[in-house]
């Protein structure tokens, strides 16, 4: 959505994505932190969005912060008009103290 509540990038959810996260860095930057802070991210993407664009590449929004991220498929968003909704939490100066832990080599769940 733009300033005036206008949705955006209509039919591409790859432009819809990017403009999401760039209005995320920009409220975050009115509160004083960077998405190097969100320590969380959710992706809603309607069932029927084509995704055009494959996972991994487009711009790496949270590269340095390594966020908690879950991706969920919806029947549809509150505007019929979207096909992608990002939602965040962030700790400001989160990414000042938090050490990235990788994952186990071997899933426990798999033995």
């Known amino acids: ?47 029927s969005a084509q995704v055009n664009r494959p996972h991994g590449q487009g711009p790496a929004w949270f590269a340095k912060s390594c966020p908690a991220s879950l991706g969920c498929r919806v029947a549809g968003l509150a505007r019929s008009e979207l096909l992608i909704e990002v939602e965040v939490a962030a700790v400001k100066g989160a990414h000042a103290g938090i050490e990235w832990i990788p994952p186990d080599p071997v899933d426990a769940l798999d033995g």
């Open 1 to 47: 959505m733009n300033a005036a509540g206008q949705p955006e990038g209509l039919g591409d959810w790859a432009a819809q994505s990017d403009l999401s996260h760039e209005t995320i860095r920009w409220a975050l930057e009115q509160a004083g932190a960077s998405l190097e802070d969100v320590v969380r991210r959710r992706i809603f993407t309607v069932d």
